[in-house]
């Protein structure tokens, strides 16, 4: 450390993610995006643009669809959160299926954001028209499918008829 540097501050935090509760010490500047995958190796949720554009990064807080790159550690001290790894209990949910099953993913790089995104779409909203899912996952950039598998598997695991 620098002659005249502080060392930054931090804070203990206690946290419940996907059931589980984590205490840790953070740095006051630590983002929730490097909490969850570096601190605690919780790797589904993915950074990509570090700006909020993307959505690669979307988790629940609270109840509310947020991308974790845009808050901090410290600020997530108390809460609830839902990542991409909570979805599944031992296999696949409905909605992670119908990804599956609908080739609603290629890379999979956006598929994490999209799942949590649709996620509070349909515990908000369970039969949403197509429109209602464009906004939902508006927030969210995929590069390889062109979305229309997205929202038809979004559609599927919502119960709804889908045209083929």
């Not at 969850?36 to 979307?58: E, F, Y």
Request: with cysteine; aromatic share 4%.
């Amino acid at each position: 450390m620098e002659a005249g540097r502080a060392a930054p501050a931090t804070s203990r935090i206690t946290v419940e993610i996907n059931g589980t509760m984590y205490e840790r010490e953070v740095e006051a500047r630590r983002l929730l995006i490097h909490l969850i995958r570096d601190d605690l190796d919780l790797t589904g949720s993915h950074v990509g643009c570090d700006t909020g554009n993307c959505g690669a990064c979307s988790v629940i807080f609270d109840g509310t669809l947020v991308k974790s790159c845009m808050l901090l550690a410290v600020q997530a001290d108390g809460a609830s959160i839902e990542t991409v790894e909570g979805l599944a209990d031992g296999e696949l949910s409905p909605l992670q299926q119908a990804f599956s099953d609908h080739h609603a993913l290629q890379c999979g790089y956006c598929t994490p954001g999209m799942l949590m995104s649709a996620t509070a779409l349909l515990r908000d909203n369970p039969s949403p028209s197509d429109e209602e899912i464009a906004k939902a996952i508006q927030g969210n950039i995929c590069r390889c499918t062109g979305y229309w598998n997205i929202v038809k598997a979004i559609k599927v695991a919502s119960g709804q008829e889908v045209g083929t």
